[in-house]
């Protein structure tokens, strides 16, 4: 399947679900993170999720990042250029959904993505491999293609691997680690 169908078919998949299992698979997944180790690095970069596009709600993971004292890194995004900056997420943090749907901060300290050793990636799809899709406008291909080799990258699905490997092209960036509601996939 190419990345178009899947998306379709994930974004109906997703549609599928009642915003009761959505909150259920989301907190499902914010326990399976728990069982990784990865809670022992000091930055952590997260999405803020999408209501109109019934997104995985990090809200669950967010409060696991606070009650563990975790730097927490969020995104404004240009997407004019495809890239993001990426702010410090604090207390007193102001937050306004743009105009794609996604909560951004207003203003804060900016910190250089390089400093994050954690990012959690959203998407639509992902293979046993470890590839993903996402929709389709590259912002994490990019910013991972500037990363360093040590940065944990974890996507967060509803929903189990494509059992069809996923064609990719030179620029898609393949994750270490998938999390669903009920496993957690390594792949590195
Ligand atoms: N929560 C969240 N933040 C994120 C991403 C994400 O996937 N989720 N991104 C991940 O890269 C970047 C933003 N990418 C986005 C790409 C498309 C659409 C969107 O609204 N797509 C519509 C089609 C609208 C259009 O093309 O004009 C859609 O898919 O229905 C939103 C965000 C950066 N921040
Ligand atoms: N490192 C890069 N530099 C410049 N452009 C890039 C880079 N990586 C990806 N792109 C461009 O961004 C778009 C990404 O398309 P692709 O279908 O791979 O997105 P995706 O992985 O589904 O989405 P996303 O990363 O937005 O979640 C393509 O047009 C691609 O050419």
């Known amino acids: 399947m190419n990345k178009a169908s899947l998306r379709k078919k ?31 690095y000091d930055y952590y970069h997260i999405f803020l999720p999408i209501e109109r596009l019934l997104e995985v709600d990090t809200t669950y993971i967010l409060n696991i990042l606070s009650g563990k004292d975790k730097n927490v890194l969020i995104s404004k995004s240009d997407f004019e250029k495809g890239t993001m900056q990426h702010f410090l997420l604090l207390d007193n943090t102001k937050l306004q959904v743009n105009e794609y749907g996604i909560p951004e901060p207003v203003d804060g300290i900016e910190i250089a993505f390089a400093k994050a050793q954690v990012v959690f990636l959203p998407l639509l799809a992902y293979d046993s491999k470890g590839n993903r899709v996402g929709y389709g406008k590259g912002f994490y291909d990019k910013l991972l293609a500037e990363s360093n080799k040590e940065l944990l ?36």
């Open 10 to 40: 994930y974004k109906a998949l997703r549609a599928s679900l009642s915003a009761e299992e959505r909150d259920n698979r989301s907190l499902a997944i914010a326990n399976q993170l728990l069982g990784l180790d990865i809670w022992e």
């Open 153 to 188: 990258t974890i996507g967060l699905s509803y929903f189990e691997p494509e059992e069809k490997e996923i064609t990719t092209n030179s620029l898609d960036v393949s994750m270490k680690y998938c999390v669903s509601p009920s496993n957690s996939f390594k792949f590195c």
